[in-house]
């Protein structure tokens, strides 16, 4: 599994003009699915990015997990193209899990970030989404599991 996790002030999915999915301050999680990811990569997955200590302290160093935020929620969106070879111009949608079982492999990674008890949030598979965000700092990380590492 591969993500790509913005700190975000506010962030939105639409689609067809209806408001599918919304949080305010929190994670923005752009993800893509492997064929072969399991459980155990999205359990590892969910707990690094419940883990990340990306909010700012009283200090204003950034030093707070989700946890330590009131509120603070995640938002999830499936993206194919990033299951692609960094080196390649053009999206490698062979390498992503097919569109009819991303729902299921969705799930593998919503319920164990909503253990954690944040609000997660997420798209409609197949749907032509519109993503807004205000993106806060920019904190952008790039998260894989280590199966997808190599």
């Known amino acids: 599994m591969r993500a790509v996790v913005q700190r ?3 962030a939105g999915v639409t ?3 209806d408001v599918v999915g919304q949080i305010g301050r929190g994670f923005l999680v752009l ?3 492997a064929h072969a ?3 155990k990569e999205a359990d590892w997955l969910a707990r690094k990015i419940a883990g990340l200590r990306l909010f700012e302290d009283g200090e204003g160093k950034m030093n707070l997990s989700l946890a330590d935020v009131d509120g603070a929620g995640v938002g999830c969106e499936p993206v194919h193209a990033l299951r692609r070879r960094p080196q390649r111009t053009s999206p490698q ?3 992503s899990r097919p569109p009819r079982t991303c729902p299921a ?3 593998l990674l919503l319920p164990t970030t909503g253990r954690r008890r944040r609000p997660v949030e997420r798209g409609i598979f197949q749907a032509e989404m519109k993503v807004s965000l205000i993106n806060d700092g920019p904190v952008t990380l790039w998260l894989e599991t280590e199966k ?3």
Request: net charge negative; hydrophobic share 40%.
């Open 148 to 150: 997808n590492g190599a």
């Open 15 to 17: 689609v067809d003009g």
């Open 8 to 10: 975000v002030s506010e």
């Open 105 to 107: 492999a969705l799930r």
């Open 31 to 33: 993800l893509g699915i």
């Open 37 to 39: 990811d399991t459980e």
């Open 93 to 95: 949608l062979h390498r």
